[in-house]
Every structure is written in C-alpha cells, then in structure tokens.
C-alpha cells in the first residue's frame, strides 16, 4: 500500500467507518516506551508524510503524520507521543503526552484511538503504560512490536492468547517488512467509536473506597478522582483539595505505603495477563548484547572504545565537514559577486550581497556540520550505543552536576555550538538541559581557530620555550584549557545557584543493541536540519543584515568613478606592491588600494566604526583601541568575521584569509596614535581570551532562542559570557603588565 | 548460603513469610555481589525517584539482579523484568532485595 503519492493533510470528506468520527479527520495517538521501536513503526505507517514542529512553550518535539488506514480511505491524523514510560507528569514529554490524550493541546483534538506500540520482548514494563492508556477511556490498539527479536530468542509470545487476557486487540508488527501494517490500520477502524474496556487492576477494598468517594466528591472521573489521590500535587478547587488530604491521611494511617498501591496492583495485573499469553525463554535478551556489552562496558575497553568514538565523530565534525562548508561559502560569495555585477551599483544591491546572501550562506554554512553530527548521534541512539556511552561517563559528569548525556553536546560544541546545542534535546530534566546548553559556547569551536590562527601567525611563530616547546602549540592547547575550565566552573555555579535541583536520576534504559535503521536515521537528520533552518535561520538572517546596516551607515559622499588611468596606476601600484613583499600576484585581494582605503574610510565613519570610538574607553584596560573595537562588535555575528574586518579596518582590502602576510604585517605595523604599536604580544593573548570566553556568534544566540523558546536565556548567556570574558581579559592584560610582560 | 551475603550488605528487616521459605536476607540492591538472583523486597522514599523505579518494575516481588559496575565504579548496570537498567548506587540504596534461593 503506497503511503506518500497521496494528497496533502486537507481533509474534509468523511473518514468513514465509526460513529464518534462522524465527518472529521480521525486522529490516533502513537504511544510506547522510549526503544520499544515506536520510531521505526511512525516512520512505516507515515512515509515522507510528516512534519515536525515544537509544542507551543516547551521543547517538546511534536510529531505529526498521515496515516492511509486503509486502501480508499482519507489518512487519519497520527500523532507521535514522546517516548515514555508512564503518564505521571514526572517530565514535560510525559506532561505533553496526558495533555494530547486527553485532548487539552490546542488545534488537536483528543485522539480517537490510541496505538500502543509495545516491546515483545520487555513485555511487562511496556504494558504498564498500557494500563495507564487505559484509564484514560480512550480506545487502545496494541502492536505487538520486536516480535522478530522475540522470536529469534525463543521466546513465543501469543499475541491472540495477550488479546483475550488484556482485552484489547493486538497485532504484531514489524516495521521493517511492513509485515502486520495493514491489520493494525483496520483494527484501528474497528476500535474507532468503540467503548474502552476500562482499567482492570483492582486497588484494595479501603482504597476503592476512597477513590469512590473522592469521585462523588467533585472529580469528574474515576481516572480523575485516581490521580489526584495518588499524583504528587493537589488539586486546584479548595474542596477537592481538601477531601484529597483527608483521604490520604486516612489510608497513610493505615499502611506507610499507601502511595504504592496502584503501582503494584498494575504490575500484578500485568503478571497475571502475560502469564499465559507468553512461552519459553523468559530471557529474551539477545546473547549478541551481553556479549557486546562484554567489551562496551568493559573497565578498560569500554572507555577505550569510547575515546575512538568520540576521534570519529569529531573528526567527522571538524573535518569532513571543511569541503562543503566551503563549497556552500565560496557558492554563495561567487552568487553575490554574480549578482552585484549583474545589478546596478548602489544600496539595494549591497543590501542583498551583503545583507541576504550573506545572510543566507552564514546559516546554511552549518548545515553540513548538523548533518554529520545528527548522522552520527542517530547511529549511536538507534543502535543502543548512546545509552552505554552515557553510563560509562555518567560519574564523571555528576562531579560538575550533569548528566551522563550532557557528553556529546559538548564535545560536538569543540567544532560547533550549534548542533552540539541542538543535541541537548536528549537529555530529560529541564534544568540539566539548560546547564549543558549555557556552557556549551566555551568549547573552542572551529570559528575560533581563525582568530587563534591569525594572533599565533602574527606573534607567536617561530618562538620556542626552552628552546625546543613551540609556544604557538602551548597557546593554542591553553585557549582550549581556558575554555574547558571556564565551562566546568560555570556548571558547578549553576547548578548550585539558579539551576539548582536534586540531581536527577539517572535510571537509564541499556536496550539491546541494534542493527541502526537506516530510514529513522535519514529522517532525523533530515527533521533535525530542517529545525535549524527554519527556526533560526530566520534569527540569524536579520541580525546578519542589521549588522551590515551598522556597518554601511551612515554613507560617505559618492565619489566620481575613477577614470582609466588612476586605475591603472593602482592597477601598477598592486603589481609592484607584490611583487616588493615578494609574492606571486595576490589573488586574494579581490579589491586594489583606493578601494581598500574607501572601504576602511567608509567602516570607519559608519555606525559601527563610531561604536568603536564609543566603547574605547571599556575596551581599554583590555589591552584593545577603537579599530580592534570594531572587529570585536563586527565578530558578534561570528568569531572568524574578526578577521576581515580588521583586513579592512588596516587598509589590505576584504580577506578572509588569517595567514594572509599582508594582514599579518598590518597587524604588527599598526600604530596607535601616540606612535606605539598597537599590537603586542599581552594584547594578542588578551584579545584570544577575550574570544575563548565571550558568546560572540548570533547564530548561537538563535539557536539557544529556539532550543529554550525564549529571548531570557541567550540574553543571559551573551550577557554573563561577556562579564567573564571582559575580567578574564582584564586579569590577562593588567596582570601581563604588572609582571612586566608586553 | 545467602548469610554469607548478610554480611557484606546492610541487613534491614525480616522479610514478611510470603517472600519464600524460611529466613532470607534482606539487603540494599547496590550491596548485592554481581550475579546474584535476588527479588524486589520494597522501595524506600516517597518522592520522584521511588515512584519512577517503581514504574520501572521495581515492584516488590519482581525479580532483580546486578549485572556489573560501570569502570568508575559507579553507576550499576541492573537486570530486572528482563530487560537492562542503568541505576546510580545512591538511587540502587532505596531499593531493598531478598536473595532467592538458588
């Protein structure tokens, strides 16, 4: 059954069979435990048919397809739940989940059927959610997923037999061959409109009892009456409040653990239901698993294995993807140079050049990197290898108050903060989540190197400590010492002040490993990269034409366009300036002298330029003068922007080029008013401090804006970011000085 | 034989009669030696964390075992229902087990 050539999402004829769909678009909910291969079975059931947004306030991904139930029949809505294990709105993914089920989220009506996708092989704590699901009221399909693993390990699990003892309809599914796909459509016809069966555990008598008199006594349902006797919080409404305390404090007189009651009462059901229905080995855990695991989690392998697995991805990272970084770069400079040539010289044209393409290339140059690094990140969650890496780290993060997940996000971040942000999305608890994204920017990602390079280039070669210690080498090593120390001590201040929480639990899932699904991979990262473009693509686009409004206004004078022979004579002028530094013609420099000193001009008299003026005296004690205040504001779209900014600033013409001479000698020539050098040694270690530590990089900022859904905490990050790079900077300059450094 | 564990864990209480013949021993699921079958005695607390291990399947009765310690010797690898569990030693303490008697 072909699921992607059909129409788009309007639907408005009727969906046919049941009586509670009437004339609109059925909606199934999908639910199931993280790994119980709920991903694989959406991605079955939808196709290319899917679309992937944020619930609205919260970073819960929201999942969205269409399902073709059946041959001839409009698609139902199918709604993909987050992963979860129970419905207790422990979490926000399981608070979005209660939400969903019970209809509460706004433009998407409660369900009409709820598909459980549950694990043949784990059946019991899969079925627990199960009998959550149940309460609701909601109609319940199961499908029976794993079944091929389940049978592989001998263990027979007789989906009619679990039918007939749960009451529900099951059907066992198998993604990868679509072997079950059609039955669970029409047992999902079948369910639409039919009465649940209701939940068949029982509580004692005396906590019946009370669940029967919290229900008369103002809650709408026995569900209702239920969660609010053994949820953690309280009702809203006074009367049910206090008919809740009373009830509690009656049946905790009774017996300390009271509250545990419906959960082993579940768990008791569960034990009797699967009894009969399952056959064989109950131990169904694959014996390639314990012995890979053998090796994986070995005292001295496993964190051997996990060193060359983090060589991989961020050589991957930080490497393979150079090539089409710069394809996508030199593209969209080569279509801005094609354009300005084509159209008529004047503002409109810089607009676009320099404002949209620019623009557009800056946020799409990422796009290679998010790729890989998703690539890499769902090969290791698919395959079950996540899960173990987490677990061998898990008690080093805790030291400085993370999760054991917070490892990868920040070691994507030593290429690029962006998709090591955008990683954080595994780790569940909120404020974890939120320690990791804040510190993830101090990693010395790639955009630094521009900077480290040119400051090294300009100062440091060719010096040796003890005569045989490159200090280039030692200076490059401590910006990424900085940058890590800095990080671990912010994360310990954070999550001992504003992010304060019990250290979560840990309470890790180690699944079976698996062969990756090539289809879920290719699908996250297309989702993945398609978030990022979206959402802050759009941040980074404006902020991108703001700057360069900052930098082009106000214009200078137009000047007469130089006649034939003045441009001949710079034409001279460039060829013999060359052929003086002893350099084949540059090539670099796009731009001859009298542009290249129109283009300082025009910097210098801009907003940006004057900016410069403005903040010299902050800037000061750092060790910088105005001209490097320009390249510090510029550098707030990116780090690297630094460079040709001060190529531009020093007269050499726009490059981009760190180990340009020309720059490098502009750099060691510059002057300050008083005859100085501008540069020196302590100012080059004080400005690569200053880049180790301050968020500069908008693209950053729009992603932490879209990963947090809210402007509060980018300001915050830019903001404390700033404060410590300004004193770390001030500390390394004064203090160079005071030591008789220059 | 499950006396000999006795001393290495942290006894607790008694076990109630129903969890099986004769005196068995309670201890605390991260003071289990690697590879002893043991079953779910009870949770201890109240808050989140009891709560989400007993979601997990940590129900009294339900069967439990430690399969190794991670290389820095903490978290514990643990096997119950059947399926494989990351559990911080802290978290592993609030869960009291009695040894079966294999």
């Known amino acids: 059954m072909s699921t992607i050539l059909e129409s788009p ?24 435990n993280p790994n119980a291969g709920k991903t694989s079975i959406f991605n079955a059931l939808t196709g290319l048919r899917q679309k992937v947004a944020n619930y609205p306030g919260v970073t819960v991904e929201r999942k969205e397809g269409l399902w073709a139930l059946e041959a001839e029949q409009a698609p139902a809505r199918l709604v993909d739940l987050p992963g979860l294990y129970s419905l207790d709105a422990a979490s926000i993914d399981e608070e979005i989940a209660r939400d969903i089920l019970t209809g509460r989220i706004e433009s998407m009506p409660a369900p009409d059927v709820v598909v459980a996708v ?90 019946e009892e009370e669940v029967r008199r919290l229900y008369g006594a103002g809650a709408s349902s026995r569900e209702e009456a239920l969660r609010d006797l053994y949820s953690e919080g309280l009702p809203e409404d006074p009367e049910r409040r206090e008919a809740v305390e009373q ?53 001295l392998f496993g964190p051997v294995l996990l060193l060359l697995v983090m060589a991989v991805v961020f050589q991957a990272i930080f490497s393979w993807a150079t090539l089409p970084m710069e394809l996508i770069d030199s593209g969209f400079g080569a279509l801005g140079e094609t354009l300005r040539a084509r159209m008529p010289a004047g503002l409109l044209t810089d607009l676009v050049v320099d404002g949209v393409i620019a623009g557009v290339g800056g946020v799409l140059v990422f796009l290679p990197q998010i790729l890989l690094l998703f690539f890499f990140i769902a090969l290791l969650e698919d395959s079950g290898y996540m899960s173990r890496a987490a677990f061998l780290v898990d008690r080093l993060m805790r030291g400085v108050g993370l999760h054991g997940k917070a490892f990868m996000p920040l070691l994507s971040s030593f290429a690029c903060a962006i998709p090591g942000i955008m990683a954080t999305r595994t780790i569940e608890n909120p404020k974890d989540r939120l320690a990791t994204i804040l ?102 686009l404006t902020i991108s034409i703001l700057l360069w409004a900052l930098m082009t206004f106000p214009r200078l004078p137009e ?85 040709s900014t001060l190529s531009i600033v020093y007269n050499v013409g726009k490059q981009d080029n760190a180990e340009s001479r020309s720059l490098i000698e502009a750099v060691r020539n510059a002057k300050r008013p008083d005859g100085t050098p501008a540069w020196t040694p302590l100012v080059a270690v004080s400005m690569m401090v200053f880049f180790v530590l301050a968020c500069q990089c908008m693209s950053t900022v729009a992603v932490v804006r879209r990963e947090t859904n809210s402007w509060r905490w980018p300001l915050f990050m830019v903001a404390y970011m700033l404060v410590i790079a300004y004193v770390a900077s001030f500390v390394t300059y004064q203090g160079g000085k005071l030591l008789g450094l220059s | 034989m499950s006396l000999a564990y006795a001393a290495a864990g942290q006894v607790d209480e008694m076990p109630k009669q129903a969890e099986g013949t004769g005196p068995a021993t309670v201890v605390a699921l991260d003071a289990l030696e690697a590879g002893t079958p043991a079953r779910v005695f009870a949770v201890r607390g109240s808050g989140a964390l009891a709560r989400r291990l007993m979601e997990m399947g940590f129900v009294p009765g339900a069967p439990v075992r430690v399969i190794k310690a991670a290389p820095l010797g903490d978290p514990l690898e643990v096997r119950v229902r059947n399926y494989h569990l990351a559990l911080r030693r802290s978290e592993a303490q609030t869960v009291s087990v009695v040894m079966s008697d294999k």
């Open chain 1, 247 to 299: 009830a509690r404090a009656r049946l905790s007189g009774a017996d300390t653990h009271w509250w545990q009651e419906p959960l082993t009462a579940r768990y008791r059901w569960i034990e009797e239901a699967t009894a009969e229905a399952v056959r064989g080995a109950r131990n169904a855990r694959p014996s390639s698993t314990e012995r890979i695991d053998r090796f994986v989690t070995h005292r």
């Open chain 1, 118 to 207: 549950v694990d043949a092989t784990n059946l019991e704590r899969n079925l627990y959610l199960v009998t959550q699901l149940l309460d609701t009221g909601r109609p319940v399909v199961v499908a029976l997923s794993m079944i091929d693993m389940a049978e592989r390990s001998k263990l027979e699990v007789d989906a009619e037999g679990l039918a007939r003892s749960l009451g529900l309809p099951v059907v066992p599914v198998t993604a990868k061959t679509r072997r079950g796909l059609e039955e669970l459509g029409r047992a999902v016809l079948d369910a639409v409109g039919s009465r649940a069966p209701g939940p068949k555990w029982r509580l004692s008598p005396r906590a």
């Open chain 1, 9 to 32: 999402p309007q639907i408005d004829s009727p969906a046919g069979a049941g009586a509670g769909a009437g004339a609109r678009q059925l909606v199934v909910a999908l639910a199931g």
């Open chain 1, 439 to 540: 510190i993830a920017p101090f990693m010395s990602c790639s955009a630094r190197l521009p900077v480290y390079t040119l400051m090294i280039a300009a100062f440091f070669t060719d010096v040796k400590l003890l005569g045989f210690v490159p200090v280039a080498v030692l200076i490059m090593l401590s910006m990424y010492l900085l940058g890590i120390v800095v990080a671990i001590v912010v994360a310990w201040v954070l999550k001992h002040t504003i992010l304060k929480s019990p250290p979560p639990p840990l309470v890790l899932e180690l699944p079976p490993y698996r062969v990756p699904n090539v289809v879920n991979v290719l699908y996250t990262m297309r989702s993945r990269s398609w978030l990022f473009v979206k959402r802050a693509g759009t941040v980074i």
């Open chain 1, 559 to 643: 000047q007469p366009v130089p006649d034939a022979a003045e441009g001949a004579a710079v034409q001279a002028m460039r060829e013999t300036g060359a052929e003086a530094r002893g350099e084949p013609a540059p090539e670099t420099v796009e731009i001859d002298g009298a542009d290249a000193s129109r283009q300082a001009r025009q910097l210098q008299q801009s907003y940006a330029g004057r900016l410069g003026h403005v903040i010299e005296p902050l800037i000061e004690p750092l060790g910088f003068d105005w001209k490097m205040g320009i390249g510090l504001i510029a550098s707030f779209a990116a780090r690297e922007v630094i460079v």
